[in-house]
């Protein structure tokens, strides 16, 4: 059954990637998100001055784009995961704490994650692929408030749905609520009353780690030893800045500021 409305004011949320026929995202804006934590160690790398990130799929073929990239003069830097935790003979792993100035400014850095990276290749067909997360989710309202065709894709965790990206699709909803675009679809609806249900309290970073400890990525985050990774993808508007998938080169750069300024809201 199509639970879609076909209001163009509207946007669609879609819990896992799998859950999305590719035709249907063709032509339309796509935020992708990965909560725990690709999206938001995407825009931690941005706003440290990473020039620009080029996802890939797969492990090999990453350090073959590594390669080739420092072949052809470029600095590069290696960054991703598996399981969590970070590959063998990269140079950075898949928290956005480690994606300071001092490490990313001015490189390329070519990325891999188990789950983040996936998602970006099922919107391969839409018009704009744009990078969401808690810390900058009022940047990423402000670049769909003038927008038609808007679908949320969360990345899940291990092809199971996710609490935290759940959660920030339903905070994205109540931003863009502001701007006239309401929920598509019912799973629009279901994470915008999943948000809404944690109250004020629910809502601060305090509150909201603590949530997202909850979730099996939460919880995947914990094992690893990466709970200060938690309370960093918590602060909830944080940049001022929204990633950009180009799709005609395969490299995310930023929109939404000036390139010499880290983005930060004051």
């Known amino acids: 059954m199509n639970t879609s409305k076909p209001d163009s004011r509207t946007v669609r949320v879609h819990l896992l990637p799998d859950w999305v026929p590719l035709h249907e995202l063709a032509g339309r804006t ?5 909560v725990l934590r690709a999206s938001s160690t995407l825009v931690a790398a941005i706003s440290a001055g990473c020039e620009r990130i080029v996802p890939c799929l797969e492990v090999p073929e990453a350090r073959q784009l590594a ?12 960054g991703g995961e598996r399981g969590g935790v970070p590959i ?10 480690e994606y300071t100035a001092e490490r990313v400014r001015g490189k390329l850095l070519v990325f891999t994650t188990t789950n983040g990276t996936r998602a970006m290749m099922r919107a ?96 995947n985050v914990i094992r690893i030893g990466r709970a200060a990774d938690i309370d960093w993808v918590a602060q909830v508007d944080l940049f001022d800045l929204v990633p950009e998938l180009i799709l005609s080169d395969w490299t995310i750069r930023r929109t939404g500021v000036d390139s010499d300024t880290d983005g930060r809201v004051n």
């Open 88 to 97: 063998a003979g990269f140079d950075l792993g898949n928290s956005p704490l």
């Open 67 to 78: 390669r080739d990239r420092q072949q052809a003069g470029a600095d590069v830097l290696l």
């Open 124 to 219: 391969v067909g839409a018009e704009r692929v744009l990078i969401g997360a808690f810390v900058n989710r009022a940047a990423v309202a402000r670049q769909l408030a003038e927008t038609d065709g808007v679908d949320v894709l969360c990345a899940g965790t291990d092809g199971q749905v996710s609490w935290e990206d759940s959660l920030f699709a339903g905070a994205l909803l109540e931003s863009l609520e502001d701007y006239g675009i309401s929920a598509g679809n019912d799973a629009a609806e279901l994470v915008r009353l999943a948000w809404r249900n944690l109250g004020e309290a629910g809502r601060t970073r305090a509150g909201l780690a603590e949530s997202l400890r909850y979730g099996a990525g939460g919880q």
């Open 30 to 34: 796509v935020v992708v998100v990965d």
